[in-house]
């Protein structure tokens, strides 16, 4: 079936960087991009970002540019999230989703299917 | 780039119609059909319902309904159930540079 999997929860101390993991099954990986959102604790949903698994196109929210980077595995379907300078807020549940295509990858995809989440806590 | 407006809460009683509004700017809701809604119960994987102001996904119950009216969006729920006690999200492509911004999210609760 159509899913998306992530890598485990992680632990982190401020400053360090964190490299989350998306891997996609059940459909044309090359079809649909890819977004990272985050809920920090008691938060709402932010956007973070997307990427076109097929281009390599790359839009980042203005808020993390310069810390962050997504990335696709060269020979899998695989995407990656890394978060570098991770400070105290960064504490959150990360979320990769498909884009809901429409016959290409647009940023402005809605989102249709969502990994589990990936708890990256930043703590000393 | 601001979060879009969402009341925090909005409850109703089983069987009760309610609407939760999204409102943003000209820059984004009011410029593009491009505004998704998500129901997300805590502990969960956020659900998609609405996308493109008004269109469902398959398998989504049809008493959830989308609509827009200048820079506000709506999410109505009609006939509310137990099981749609959730948050719920709006979004809205805001082009080139910002790409999407979320709402700030509503609790609805059903009483």
Known sequence: QVQLVQSGAEVKKPGASVKVSCEASGYTFSNHGVTWVRQAPGQGLEWMGWISVSEGDRRYAQKFQGRVTMTTGSSTTTVYLELRSLRFDDTAVYYCARGLSKGWADPSDALDIWGQGTMVTVSS | ?111
């Open chain 2, 1 to 111: 780039q601001s979060a879009l407006t969402q009341p925090a809460s909005v409850s109703g009683s089983p069987g009760q119609p309610i609407t939760i509004s999204c409102t943003g700017s000209s820059s984004d809701v009011g410029h593009y059909n491009l505004v998704s809604w998500y129901q997300h119960h805590p502990g969960k994987v956020p659900k998609l319902i609405i996308y493109d102001v008004s269109h469902r996904p398959s398998g989504v119950s049809n008493r959830f309904s989308g609509s827009k009216s200048g820079n506000t969006a709506s999410l109505t729920i009609s006939g509310l159930q137990a099981d749609d006690e959730a948050d719920y999200y709006c979004t809205s492509y805001a082009g080139y540079n910002t790409v999407m911004v979320f709402g700030t999210g509503t609790k609805v609760t059903v009483l």
